[in-house]
């Protein structure tokens, strides 16, 4: 049923004029997706994600870099430390034992040096850099996602203001024509071939339809509302859609046999999720293995009485090069119990997996009969609606011709607004069930309903 004609006195449903004074912003279906994709919050905020996850990365590779420091420092030393020696030591007349005070240090000292150090290998720094890029790949996925639910809320949203709007028509065309059959009434009254009875009928049925039109336009103003909150744009800026219900595409997608699970974002991001989970155990295990880092300092230093002198005379250079090797031997088990922790994590996220499979294979069947049955009862809508309409004009004219009833006319015209809302609730319902069904088989954000 590839662009179902709907066929409601052959107008165009594009919506009811608004009276604002700032310009109407025109928006077809595929503008509005546009807009939201740029402007939506959650998107905008799923995106500072990504680029926060970038940051993460920079970050964790700078830590292999090397890392240069200068440092300095003048002290004086108020109360010089005061060590006690043998002095035989220095003076062989002296008795073995013979102790004396002895101060090392002297009141001033200072220095500035110079260190760099460098990691060497640390098992760890590696699975951080490729762990951190998964996770960037994770935030690029939820932001998909995201962008995944803004558009079904946006194309939802967007026909729901066109059923309304059709809706708010419809309600119009039905209180003019009431409205017209009340004065007509009223007049066969006043010229005695109707009784008053036949008056009040009609004059219920507009008094009904005139609280239902005031409803639908509140409806309809709420709706548009909604729909301009979930693309991210102002609510005051007024929006004409010029998308006609008549252009909705609802033939059922063709869905192939060897379904790609990844097509759905879920199931994406489980797999992201089980990359994470296989790497937080390499890390756990690279534990296990030695770090290895190299470092050098260079720099000099003086020791003198006065501070004058300190900064005056020469100071003496020293330099250093190395390398620190920490091997582990025994944490109690600590690391052991992760890398179990990580062995469940990784089991769960399989059988999780596993279910998602069977969950789509179930909700892709639910969709596609949901359309399908839709789409039949839609065409039987259709033809009430035009059976209900021929009954209503027959009536009518049987009735202004005097061998018809009030109370038939009445009939006929509550069944002809039935059929009218009962095909624009079941065409609703059809292209929820498109929607839900090209969500379902993962092509929602690339498919044009």
């Known amino acids: 049923m590839r662009n179902i004609f709907f066929s409601l006195c052959s107008v165009s449903l594009i919506g009811v004029p608004l009276a604002f004074a700032q310009k109407k912003q025109e928006m077809t279906i595929e503008q509005c997706l546009e807009y939201a994709l740029g402007n939506n919050e959650s998107i905008q905020i799923s995106e500072l994600s990504i ?117 708010l028509y419809l309600l119009n065309q039905n209180f003019s024509r009431l409205d017209t059959l009340l004065r007509e009434t009223t007049q066969m009254y006043q010229n005695g071939f109707a009784e008053q009875i036949d008056v009040d009928r009609i004059k219920v049925s507009y008094n009904n339809i005139k609280v239902s039109l005031e409803t639908q336009i509140q409806l309809s103003e709420i709706s548009q509302k909604l729909l301009k909150f979930q693309m991210g744009m102002p609510l005051e800026i007024p929006l004409v859609l010029t998308t006609p219900l008549r252009d909705v595409n609802l033939d059922i997608p063709d869905i192939p046999t060897n379904f790609n699970y990844n097509d759905r974002i879920e199931y994406s991001l489980l797999e992201t999720n089980r990359n994470l989970a296989l790497l937080d155990k390499k890390n756990y295990l690279s534990e296990y293995l030695p770090k290895i880092y190299g470092n050098f300092n260079y720099g000099f230093n003086n020791a003198r009485s006065l501070g004058s002198d300190l900064l005056a005379d020469n100071w003496f250079n020293f330099g250093i090069v190395g390398a620190t090797v920490s091997i582990p031997l025994f944490e109690g088990f600590s690391k052991k119990t992760k890398i179990q922790q990580s062995k469940i994590k990784i089991s769960q996220l399989d059988y999780q997996k596993s279910f998602l499979q069977k969950n789509i294979q179930i909700e892709i069947v639910q969709q596609k009969m949901s359309l399908e049955s839709n789409l039949k009862i839609l065409e039987v809508q259709r033809q009430n609606q035009e059976l209900a309409a021929n009954i209503f004009r027959i009536t009518k004219i049987k009735f202004q011709e005097g061998i018809g009833s009030n109370l038939e006319l009445t009939n006929a015209d509550n069944e002809y607004k039935t059929a009218q809302t009962n095909y624009l609730i079941t065409l609703y319902k059809s292209i929820l069930s498109k929607i839900d069904l090209l969500k379902a088989t993962g092509t929602l954000y690339n498919t044009k309903l």
């Not at 003048?74 to 004396?100: C, H, I, K, M, W």
């Not at 790949?137 to 558009?151: A, D, F, G």
């Open 51 to 167: 680029n926060d996850a970038e940051a993460k990365i920079r970050g964790i590779v700078a830590l292999g870099l090397p890392q240069a420091m200068i440092q300095g420092g003048l002290n004086y030393n108020f109360e010089v430390q005061t060590s006690l020696v043998d002095a035989s030591n220095f003076d062989r007349t002296l008795a073995p034992g013979t102790l004396t005070e002895i101060q090392f240090a002297l009141p001033f000292d200072g220095n500035v040096s110079m260190g760099v150090s460098q990691l060497i290998f640390d098992g760890a720094y590696f699975v951080g850099i490729e762990a951190s890029k998964t996770f960037k790949q994770l935030s690029i996925k939820e932001n998909e996602r995201t962008k995944i639910e803004v558009v079904e809320a946006v194309t939802k949203s967007y026909y729901n203001v066109l059923i309304n709007q059709a809706q």
